[in-house]
C-alpha cells in the first residue's frame, strides 16, 4: 500500500487559481500511477486527473482540459495538481489517489486514497 497526504487547499475567487500537492510514502513503486478525485456535497466521486510515475503521461477530465495541469516530482514522491479558471461548481473535496493500473484507478478499484482536502470557489 501506498501513503498518501495532501496540502490543505483552499478559499479561491472565481477564475482564480490553486495548486494542490500529494506527497506518497511507502510501496512508491516505479509504476505508480497517482490521481486527483473530487467529491461534492451530494454528488458522486469523480475523476479529475492522472499521472504516470514512470514517463509523466497524464490524462484529464474533459472538465479540466486547458485547466488544470498535474505534474510530478519523483525525487520527493510528490505530485501536483495546478488548477486555474476555476468555477463556484468545482468546489469540492479533492483527493489524492494511487494505483497501479490505470483503468482500476479511473474505476476506483483497489486505489489508495489520501485524507482530501477542501477546495472551495467563491463566485
Known amino acids: 500500500q501506498v501513503q498518501l497526504v495532501e496540502s490543505v487547499g483552499g478559499l479561491v475567487q472565481a477564475v482564480g487559481s490553486l495548486r494542490l500537492s500529494c506527497a506518497a510514502s511507502?510501496?512508491?513503486?516505479?509504476?505508480?500511477?497517482m490521481g486527483w478525485f473530487r467529491q461534492a456535497p451530494g454528488k458522486e466521486r469523480e475523476f479529475v486527473a492522472a499521472?504516470?510515475?514512470?514517463?509523466?503521461?497524464?490524462e484529464y477530465a474533459d472538465s479540466v482540459k486547458g485547466r488544470f495541469t498535474m505534474s510530478r516530482e519523483n525525487a520527493n514522491n510528490t505530485v501536483y495538481l495546478q488548477m486555474n479558471g476555476l468555477t463556484p461548481e468545482e468546489t469540492a473535496v479533492y483527493y489524492c489517489?494511487?494505483?497501479?493500473?490505470?483503468?482500476?484507478?479511473?474505476?476506483?478499484?483497489?486505489?489508495?486514497w489520501g485524507q482530501g482536502t477542501q477546495v472551495t470557489v467563491s463566485s
Open positions: 489517489s494511487g494505483n497501479l493500473d490505470i483503468r482500476s484507478l479511473l474505476r476506483r478499484t483497489g486505489n489508495s
Open positions: 511507502g510501496r512508491t513503486y516505479s509504476s505508480l500511477i
Open positions: 499521472i504516470r510515475r514512470s514517463d509523466g503521461n497524464t
